[in-house]
């Protein structure tokens, strides 16, 4: 029957992850050094002028050369003190010991970490957040990421009113980003490569905000993209494509560079410095530091988001996307941030194949199938080794190709935007297929590709995806979850939809996945409540989002683990998933201040030299008087309970405040403690009588006298939830409980929240 005329060919691989490690071109690097500002000379007119004058010092007395001269990049004021210079080890250790030095730290890289998601969410043009916030009108989103592609239509500006008149920032043009590709949609367009040059060498890349890679295209288009008709990639996700805060406002300040996207610490504390100044509501950083920070203070991003936590910015960060690696990979873990991680939604692109014996194989893709259609001529088939590298093989002179993933679950099958014709399947169908090629003398097969699936056909949704990022993590180990699977957006011109050189298609729209696709949706969500409640703190929208998440499927089921194919934890899925209709009106906030944050870094040990780092201004840090009794008493809308025995009794008070439509309120509290746990609360009624009146309450978790199992990763843990409702309100939040044992966990836990 077959026609083997042309050789089909299989070409079996693993995804590979690429890291991307940087030549070293000189002796000098970049170092970030945080210096402390009640030390300044009146002599020094500016903060530059006495930089300079430091680092002049160090080479003063010593024979340089001019060329070697150390030289500063930038000067930060608005996301930390102090400055980031390229200078030799020498010269760094030299500046560690100067008294008005905080720190000196080597600049590192940085990484990068939707037509139907707003259905999903539940927002609608006819009632509730949307129409009430006019979709976030005049709600300014900071995005740092790999900037833009004004031509997009997702960047339109018709039906929008003037920029608005406090906003400070502005279009930076370059050569091939003229003035006129910003607009009242993108009303800023920055660009920062100082520290990415001194890095990695002389840039090849044009100086302007134009994104080459498409990520920042994808992630601003996804949090404040405008509404665009018949949006899809190809036919798949097919209909009207609309950002969540659809009306918002968006600033880019670009960071990473080139196709590649690789950008450094130094620049991205100077973006978001920028934007700072520049005056956004909300910052969206779907990026996160490379390697593992063991402490906030040597988390670059976790300083200049307290910065801008202090100037009542909503900071929203992507969990990251090393999940498969396990616990404790989640990244930007600061209380004053917002993490996102990543589910899935009711949508799948799905595609078949038949074997010659009649077998069909599930698999998933992104093939542009208008042109393939359903082909029922059968091909022969070939196995071509597992060559690894190039995730779209063209080579091999094929006519189309299978991709044989890791993934075990079919619905963990990652679509790809295949340059020929191709499908990915499971690692066991694989093993399938190749026991048929070598069963047959002539094996044969065919593709069938199904589109784009929504709704009751897929499997319940949201599901946590298997990269996303895992807590707990030793310092706080809360997480939230939002969309972040198969998320369609806008993208660059500059690359194909694989990003690869030989992909030499352009298309408007691509679909990726990713914690950093997630982050953006829920930096959508915190610009139409900042909108709906522009007088509240960065820590009530951020309580009024995970005490209104929600965790169970669209099936009624605990949300499962799709790395697991079990029941969730919040170890994975944090507080829960979004629910913007409920966020809005949360009835109680757990509010928290600045004085809150440094109490809180006081109750870690932290001593007034680190503390400095995050807090400009000395007077107050005064741990004395203003600290808490543990770090888990932060007035946080989660509990996290480190018992040192297994007869150990924890308090914690948590004060909560009325911000419900109705002025006189009576809450109850209920409780679902944790397994081996329990839970006492008093009073075990709140009554309210005014808006914004605050009550407090104290918790008690008492460990049954019971020895604990430990799970996987050494951990004993059970987890539970506490809810004050009023009968309309629910205000939930999640209890962990951990118990020590002999791997002295317990050691390395002590600071955890
Ligand atoms: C600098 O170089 C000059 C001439 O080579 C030499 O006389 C002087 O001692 C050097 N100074 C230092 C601080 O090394
Ligand atoms: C710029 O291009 C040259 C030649 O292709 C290459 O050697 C160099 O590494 C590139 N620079 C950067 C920073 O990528
Ligand atoms: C391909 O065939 C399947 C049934 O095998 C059908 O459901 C689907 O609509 C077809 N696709 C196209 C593009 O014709
Ligand atoms: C099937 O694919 C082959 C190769 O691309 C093409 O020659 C043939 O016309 C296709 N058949 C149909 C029915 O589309
Ligand atoms: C297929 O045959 C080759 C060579 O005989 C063998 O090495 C391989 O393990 C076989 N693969 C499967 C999946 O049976
Ligand atoms: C403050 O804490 C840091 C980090 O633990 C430490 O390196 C530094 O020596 C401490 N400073 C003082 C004055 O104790
Ligand atoms: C603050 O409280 C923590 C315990 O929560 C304690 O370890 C620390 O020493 C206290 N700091 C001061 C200055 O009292
Ligand atoms: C909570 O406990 C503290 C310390 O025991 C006590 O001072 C406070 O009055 C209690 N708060 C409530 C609401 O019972």
Redesign the pocket.
């Known amino acids: 029957m077959a026609t083997p005329s042309l050789p089909f060919s299989f070409i079996f691989f693993f995804l590979t992850l690429f890291t991307c490690s940087t030549p070293t071109l000189s002796k000098k690097s970049t170092y970030i050094i945080h210096v402390s500002h009640s030390h300044k000379p009146a002599t020094f007119a500016s903060a530059h002028e006495w930089y300079s004058s430091i680092l002049h010092s160090l080479t003063s007395n010593s024979n340089t050369s001019t060329k070697s001269k150390p030289n500063i990049l930038y000067t930060y004021s608005h996301s930390a003190t102090g400055f980031a210079a390229r200078i030799s080890t020498t010269h760094a250790n030299k500046l560690r010991r100067l008294p008005f030095v905080l720190s000196v730290v080597p600049d590192q890289m940085v990484e990068l970490t939707t037509t139907h998601t707003p259905g999903f969410l539940g927002l609608t043009d006819k009632s509730g957040l949307w129409p009430r916030t006019s979709y976030g009108s005049d709600i300014i989103i900071g995005v740092v990421d790999s900037g833009i592609w004004p031509e997009s239509v997702s960047f339109h500006d018709q039906g929008f009113s003037d920029v608005p008149a406090n906003w400070r920032g502005f279009c930076e043009v370059g050569p091939d980003f003229p003035a006129s590709s910003c607009n009242k949609k993108i009303i800023g367009a920055r660009f920062f490569y100082e520290g990415?040059?001194t890095k990695?060498?002389?840039?090849?890349?044009t100086k302007s905000a134009r994104d080459e890679n498409g990520h920042g295209t994808h992630c601003a288009s996804t949090a404040g993209g405008s509404a665009v008709r018949n949006a899809g990639y190809h036919r798949y996700a097919f209909g009207e494509a609309r950002g969540v805060a659809l009306m918002a406002r968006i600033a880019v300040y670009k960071v990473f560079?080139?196709k590649s996207a690789r950008g450094t610490i130094a620049d991205a504390i100077a973006a978001i410095g920028q934007a700072i100044e520049d005056g956004v509501h909300v910052l969206s950083l779907s990026i996160s530091t490379s390697g593992s920070n063991s402490d906030y203070y040597n988390d670059q991003l976790a300083i200049a988001s307290f910065r801008a936590m202090q100037k009542g910015i909503l900071v929203l960060a992507s969990a990251g996307n090393t999940g498969r690696q396990g616990s404790f990979t989640v990244k930007n873990i600061s209380p004053w941030m917002l993490t996102v991680a990543a589910s899935s939604i009711d949508r799948q692109f799905s595609a078949q194949i038949l074997l010659g014996d009649g077998r069909v194989i599930k698999g998933s893709t992104l093939s542009d199938f208008r042109k393939l259609k359903n082909n029922s001529t059968s091909y022969s088939l070939l196995i071509t080794g597992q060559a690894a590298g190039s995730t779209f093989c063209i080579a091999a002179g094929g006519i189309g190709m299978v991709l044989v993933d890791r993934a075990r679950l079919v619905e963990n099958l990652e679509p790809l935007p295949f340059v020929i014709p191709g499908i990915t399947v499971t690692h066991t169908d694989g093993n399938h297929i190749k026991s048929y090629i070598n069963s047959t003398t002539y094996p044969v097969a065919s593709i069938v590709f199904k589109g784009t699936i929504i709704g009751p056909a897929t499997p319940s949704a949201p599901r946590l995806a298997p990269f996303s990022s895992r807590g707990p993590n030793k310092i706080t180990p809360e997480i939230l979850t939002a969309p972040g699977v198969n998320i369609l957006a806008a993208w660059t011109g500059a690359s194909g939809p694989t990003a690869l050189d030989i992909d030499t298609r352009r298309v408007g729209y691509n679909i990726l996945s990713g914690t950093s696709m997630s982050c953006p949706h829920v930096s959508g969500l915190g610009a139409l409540l900042r909108k709906a409640h522009p007088s509240w703190s960065s820590a009530s929208i951020k309580s009024a989002i995970m005490t209104t998440s929600y965790n169970h499927d669209n099936a009624g089921n605990n949300l499962i683990d799709l790395s697991t194919g079990r029941q969730s934890s919040p170890f994975v899925h944090g507080s829960g998933h979004i629910d913007p209709e409920k966020a809005v009106d949360p009835g109680l906030v757990y509010d928290l201040d600045t004085n809150d944050y440094v109490a809180f870094l006081c109750s870690i040990g932290y001593n007034s030299t680190t503390i400095e780092q995050f807090v400009q201004d000395p007077s107050m840090i005064n741990c004395r008087a203003n600290n808490l009794s543990s770090p888990g008493d932060l007035n946080y809308p989660s509990f996290s309970v480190v018992f040192k025995s297994l007869k150990d009794t924890i308090t914690y008070t948590r004060v909560l405040k009325n911000v419900g439509s109705s002025v006189r309120a009576v809450y109850q509290v209920r409780v679902s403690a944790p397994e081996n746990v329990r839970v006492d609360v008093f009073p075990t009624l709140l009554l309210f009588s005014e808006y914004q009146q605050t009550l407090s309450y104290n918790i008690s978790f008492t460990s049954v006298d019971k020895v604990q199992t430990p799970t996987s990763n050494g951990l004993s843990i059970s987890f539970g939830s506490i809810e004050w409702t009023d009968g309309s309100h629910h205000v939930r939040s999640p209890i962990t409980a951990y118990w020590p044992n002999k791997q002295g966990v317990q050691e390395d836990l002590v600071a955890t929240i």
Do not use: H, P
């Open positions: 990415y040059e990695v060498g002389r840039m090849n890349e560079w080139g």
